[in-house]
């Protein structure tokens, strides 16, 4: 987006069973895009595989622990998404009602636009609304613009914990905010 171009209405709204396979293939290009350069396309492959089919993205959206958040832009084209899980919290972390946000993710054309940020209170609403009392979330040690980012909302690094990529063990920071 060129800075003479007018910013565009972002529309956020709970995903639905019909966005399963856009969020699928969403899903996976932005993982890819993000993280295929630091792992190998094997690892990435399973990943894909197990993270990202429509069959799952499917079983997700009528999850009731779980809400997923399209950012839709242009008539309805995914450009961002985020995920929570109520009800869970991070291990050997004291905290008193905690919900994670599992997965945050922006389109690239969209990095540093603000979109991440209308997001992102899009998600502090909800966890309000699941009476969540912190947000937590995990992010890979190698992801500094992702912590930067979370840094900017609050969060601060209290712990790690082990994310597998495929057969790659990776330490996530484990970072935490009130709500
Ligand atoms: C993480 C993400 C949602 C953040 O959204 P964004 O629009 O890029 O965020 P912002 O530009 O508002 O903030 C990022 C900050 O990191 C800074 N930054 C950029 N590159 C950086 C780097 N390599 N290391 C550290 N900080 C960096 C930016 O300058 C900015 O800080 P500033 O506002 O003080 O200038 C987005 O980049 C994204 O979707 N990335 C790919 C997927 C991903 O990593 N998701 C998170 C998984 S846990």
């Given at each position: 987006m060129s800075a003479r171009e007018p910013r565009p209405v972002f529309v956020i709204r709970p995903a639905e069973l019909s966005d399963a396979s856009a969020l699928s293939e969403f899903g996976a290009r932005t993982f890819v895009e993000a993280f295929g350069a630091d792992n190998t396309p094997e690892d990435m492959r399973l990943h894909i595989a197990s993270d990202w089919s429509p069959h799952l993205q499917r079983a997700e959206i009528s999850n009731a622990g779980l809400d997923t958040l399209l950012a839709c832009v242009?008539?309805?084209?995914?450009a961002a998404f985020a995920q929570l899980r109520a009800d869970h919290a991070p291990a050997n972390v004291p905290t008193v009602r905690a919900i994670e946000l599992k997965r945050f993710y922006v389109d690239s054309p969209w990095h540093g636009s603000g979109l991440a940020r209308e997001l992102m209170a899009a998600v502090e609403v909800q966890a309000r609304r699941r009476g969540a009392r912190e947000l937590w979330l995990g992010v890979w040690e190698r992801n500094g613009r992702a912590q930067a980012f979370y840094r900017k909302f609050g969060f601060e690094k209290v712990s790690t914990q082990i994310f597998v990529v495929g057969t790659d063990p990776q330490t996530d920071h484990v970072m935490l905010r009130n709500l």
């Open positions: 242009d008539g309805g084209a995914l």
